[in-house]
């Protein structure tokens, strides 16, 4: 999937989805933006 196929099915820019990728390996990305982006792929969190 490309970042432009996953904008797409967020509901956000494909720039936004490019500052989510480096949140996520500085390690500050959040439940929420996690949930919001596995919903969209059809897909659950979960926690411990």
């Known amino acids: 999937m ?3 196929q996953l904008a797409k099915a967020v509901g956000v820019t494909q720039p936004a989805v490019s500052e989510t990728e480096r949140t996520e390996a500085r390690g500050d990305i959040t439940l929420a933006t996690l949930q919001r982006y596995a919903a969209a ?3 659950k969190v979960f926690t411990r």
């Open 41 to 43: 792929l059809d897909c």
């Open 2 to 4: 490309t970042t432009r």
